[in-house]
């Protein structure tokens, strides 16, 4: 399983967009990058998922560089409501067991 | 939009006792997970259950712990007898199938104890 490195947290206001960038260098040419998103005392949600370039859903995108060693989630004009944790997964099937890290928090201020 | 429901969503107990935690998994969905987050800690993964049995477990998941699905619907973590340090919520986890299918996760059930 691909080890991740994600910011521990990081601040922003209400309308901005957010970028919060995982690095995973050790990614297997067969694994997907996963996004999940928890709220506090809540389970974590599954936001987006992507392989390689862009992927864009109604909630965010994920940018992939070619070298896929990186992968940046994208939230545009973020909201108060999207303060929480964001988890950055790498694996190959998402049957398998998800190996959560600590996430970035992310504090939206109005 | 279905949903992974979990009962109860709040368990008191003291040491000793045993505790049935209890998941009702999306309709048609066929792998099942249980979780745990130890408070301000991270998410962790307990087990794995597919076609009726265990396909993975982690170490945090011992002999006091076992999972079934005793009516083909529900799905159950039981904790034979419980430790301070079992306190924690426990999320349940289902996924349809498919290899990129997400995982559904319910709202957890809070498991303290005295």
């Known amino acids: 399983l691909a080890k991740t490195t994600q910011p521990i947290s990081m601040d922003s206001y209400e309308g901005q967009e957010v970028n919060i960038t995982c690095s995973h260098n050790?990614?297997?040419?067969?694994?997907?990058i996963t996004w999940y998103q928890q709220f506090p005392s809540q389970g974590p949600r599954f936001i987006i998922q992507?392989?390689?370039t862009k992927v864009t859903n109604e909630v965010a995108s994920l940018f992939i560089p070619a070298d896929r060693k990186s992968s940046t989630l994208s939230l545009p004009r973020v909201s108060l409501s999207d303060t929480a944790v964001y988890y950055c997964?790498?694996?190959?099937?998402?049957?398998?067991?998800?190996?959560f890290g600590t996430g970035t928090r992310l504090q939206v201020f109005p | 939009e279905p949903e992974v429901t979990q009962t109860p969503s709040h368990q008191v107990t003291q040491m000793g006792q045993e505790v049935i935690l209890r998941c009702v998994p999306i309709?048609?969905?066929?792998?099942f997970y249980w979780y745990r987050q130890i408070l301000g800690q991270k998410v962790e993964f307990l087990v794995s259950?597919?076609?009726?049995?265990?396909?993975?477990k982690s170490e945090i998941f011992d002999d006091q712990f076992s999972v079934e699905r005793p009516d083909g619907s529900n799905f159950t973590l039981k904790i034979r007898s419980t430790k301070l340090e079992d306190s924690a919520m426990y999320f349940c986890?289902?996924?349809?199938?498919?290899?990129?299918?997400?995982?559904?996760f319910g709202p957890g059930t809070r498991l303290t104890v005295l």
């Open positions: 986890a289902t996924v349809a199938g498919g290899p990129r299918d997400e995982q559904f």
């Open positions: 992507g392989y390689k």
């Open positions: 050790n990614i297997a040419t067969n694994d997907y």
């Open positions: 309709s048609n969905h066929l792998y």
């Open positions: 259950f597919y076609n009726n049995e265990i396909s993975e």
């Open positions: 997964l790498v694996g190959l099937y998402n049957t398998d067991k998800l190996i």
